[in-house]
């Protein structure tokens, strides 16, 4: 893994590497997550094999903008767009219906996909010049510790890590379907914040 700063020349260089179907190492919000290109099966193979993930479990992908969100949907309901209004940017990943085009396996062969636009500068950064979203798995093997630093990101198949330095490590992101108002894991948005929201619809 070639280690680069999150500058505009070490971001080129992950989307290079995430274009030819290569791994990249980025800081979140809270810890390091792991970039692909959704929309490639092989990059996809790659990324479950990396952290020998069962490929029935879907990944979470992150944008940098709304405009971004449209190819990876079916639709967003007016619900779904409430809950974007009070907290995107930010730690709050959605449930949608997916695209046809988004391959299944990135959502663990279900029809629904989970994205959030990231509050991070430097992801926003790395999905504003990749052109759309990317994956965004805990660096780390399935059932191992996630990696707060590039050095504790011990994975074979990754091309570029962006060294942000030490991550906090704080809450994970609250997974919400917002049609049901079901919470798949309380994280950093509060069930109570959640309901308040629901409470205005």
Do not use: H
């Not at 639709?75 to 695209?99: C, H, I, Q, T, Y």
């Amino acid at each position: 893994m070639k280690v680069v700063s999150p500058t505009a020349e070490g971001i080129a260089e992950a989307v290079v590497a995430l274009r030819d179907g290569e791994g990249v190492l980025y800081p979140t919000e809270t810890l390091y997550g792991l970039g692909f290109d959704p929309f490639s099966e092989a990059a996809l193979t790659k990324l479950y094999d990396s952290k020998r993930r069962d490929p029935r479990e879907p990944v979470l992908l992150v944008i940098a903008s709304v405009e971004q969100l449209g190819p990876l949907v079916e639709d967003v309901s007016n619900k779904a767009r409430a809950f974007m209004n009070a907290f995107w940017p930010g730690p709050l990943s959605l449930v949608f219906n997916k695209s046809e085009a988004l391959p299944s396996l990135v959502c663990g062969g279900k029809q629904t996909v989970c994205v959030r636009w990231t509050s991070s500068p430097i992801a926003q950064r790395l999905c504003a010049a990749f052109g759309g979203a990317i994956t965004s798995t805990s660096a780390n093997r399935s059932g191992e510790p996630p990696a707060q630093t590039v050095a504790e990101a011990d994975i074979a198949g990754i091309a570029i890590g962006i060294d942000a330095g030490i991550l906090d490590g704080t809450s994970p992101s609250t997974v919400l379907d917002p049609e049901t108002g079901t919470i798949f894991r309380e994280g950093a948005v509060s069930k109570e914040a959640i309901e308040a929201v629901s409470r205005s619809l």
